[in-house]
């Protein structure tokens, strides 16, 4: 049995994150409402990242830990981009900026 984390964006552009052992039917909760405080007043809402985990344990630690993530970082794993990933793993005043009209954000 597969166990799922994933991130949903909801219509007024906040994440959500969470965990299941059936993402067909908890996206499906989602979209209906009253399952979920947070989704059911910002619905509609898109499935965005998922990944699958061998065990309960370890979907609701990825959920923990992806959840505690800021956006821009959550954005990165969403396009799967593992350098902005590993990026805003550094903490803000250890990201060094290659750009030369840098916000200092480096992206």
């Not at 954005?75 to 250890?94: H, K, M, Q, T």
Request: proline fraction near 4%; hydrophobic fraction near 35%.
């Amino acid at each position: 049995m597969a166990f799922w984390c994933y991130i949903l964006r909801c219509a007024d552009g906040k994440y959500y994150t969470g965990h299941t052992d059936d993402l067909d039917r908890r996206i499906a909760e989602h979209h209906v409402g009253g399952y979920c405080k947070f989704t059911s007043r910002r619905r509609p809402v898109e499935l965005v990242w998922a990944a699958d985990f061998p065990t309960r344990i370890e979907a609701i630690e990825a959920e923990v830990r992806v959840g505690g993530w800021s956006r821009a970082k959550k954005e990165a794993l969403i396009a799967g981009d593992w350098n902005r990933v590993s990026f805003y793993a550094r903490p803000p005043r250890e990201r060094v900026s290659t750009s030369l009209d840098t916000n200092g954000s480096g992206y």
